[in-house]
């Protein structure tokens, strides 16, 4: 099974979806902190663990030195029992994080291994988890597909790896369109996260191209009249 976490790190819309049983985590980055407009970044994760107390959610270290890095995740982890605790695979200079990852999982942090396209790096972060922590490595499919990259391949090799170890999971990232989520299925990705849009456009899973094409004619029908056209 594919779970669907929500791709957010705003305070409302993760009490709003922490209610969905459709939702099964989330995941933040500096980036949607920033969009969120949170100020202080431990504060304004506390806060939203005072909501998301069950369901797990990542948090992302945002040092560049990878010293720097595990302190940061020390701090994150003690945060909660559900914090996975954001790694990128190489910092801003392209040096690969496996110092972090090794010590962090080798202590127990739950990690989310971020910014992830190939599978020679998911090669090297799987060999240095502890398979006896629970970790998360997040292969970013709509980026690589913005880019004319095919991300299947990549998923049906890092997946075939991980396969016999329940620990370590495949997460579809940069989820672009509702599609994604049977794609990620039929591959048996682990998690796949979208943002809030796309997750309510599963709701639209199942329903005929009849309704589809009167739903859209109907819409194109109630703009035409709000927008008082005339030929």
Do not use: H
């Amino acid at each position: 099974m594919t779970k669907i976490y929500c791709d957010s790190a705003d305070y409302k819309i993760i009490k709003k979806y922490n209610k969905y049983n459709l939702v099964k985590g989330f995941t933040t980055n500096p980036s949607l902190m920033r969009l969120a407009g949170a100020k202080n970044y431990k504060d304004y994760s506390k806060k939203i663990l005072k909501i998301c107390k069950n369901k797990p959610i990542s948090f992302e270290v945002f040092s560049d030195d990878l010293n720097s890095m595990i302190n940061q995740a020390y701090l994150i982890n003690s945060w909660g029992k559900n914090v996975y605790v954001k790694i990128p695979v190489v910092n801003s200079r392209g040096k690969f994080t496996g110092k972090v990852i090794k010590e962090l999982s080798n202590q127990g942090v739950k990690l989310n291994i971020t910014a992830v396209y190939t599978f020679e790096q998911v090669k090297k972060i799987y060999k240095l988890l502890n398979k006896n922590t629970k970790s998360i490595i997040s292969i970013f499919a709509g980026r690589m597909s913005d880019t004319g990259k095919d991300p299947i391949p990549v998923f049906k090799s890092s997946l075939n790896l991980t396969k016999k170890n329940k620990n370590i999971m495949i997460l579809w990232a940069s989820t672009r369109e509702a599609y994604n989520f049977i794609q990620a299925k039929k591959l048996g990705s682990n998690i796949i996260t979208m943002p809030p849009k796309i997750i309510d456009q599963i709701k639209n899973f199942g329903k005929s191209y009849k309704s589809l094409t009167i739903n859209t004619v109907k819409n194109f029908l109630i703009d035409s009249k709000k927008s008082r056209f005339k030929i």
